[in-house]
């Protein structure tokens, strides 16, 4: 059974940063590709990073670009998000997400705000 838990969100203060991590299991971790989405009050989840198995490749939707960076451990099991300068806009349920084919995983979500 595929299980994703994330942790590391909380309040903090708009230039602030945060770590979150989502520590995976049930699945052979290093051949998933793995993302971070996130969905705030009233708007759609959206996908804010994306790594591939290996590590060796990245997206980041525009508006996080040069702020947050995705990485991961795969000996670990853990896959992060570095957040810095945080915005208020950035205020949302964050998300860690993976998939086998057509079938899609979720971890609970861990939520961020930044507010002064």
């Known amino acids: 059974q595929v299980q994703l838990v994330e942790s590391g969100g909380g309040l903090v203060q708009p230039g602030g940063s945060l770590r979150l991590s989502c520590a995976a299991s049930?699945?052979?971790?290093?051949?998933?590709?793995m993302g971070w989405y996130r969905q705030a009050p009233g708007k759609e989840r959206e996908l804010v990073a994306r790594?591939?198995?290996?590590?060796?490749?990245?997206y980041y939707r525009d508006s996080v670009k040069g702020r947050f960076t995705i990485s991961r451990d795969n000996a670990k099991n853990t896959v992060y998000l570095q957040m810095n300068d945080l915005k208020p806009e950035d205020t949302a349920v964050y998300y860690c997400?993976?998939?086998?084919?057509?079938?899609?995983?979720w971890g609970q979500g861990t939520q961020v705000t930044v507010s002064s």
């Open positions: 049930g699945i052979i971790f290093g051949v998933y590709r």
């Open positions: 790594i591939t198995g290996d590590g060796a490749n990245t």
């Open positions: 997400n993976t998939a086998n084919g057509a079938t899609y995983y």
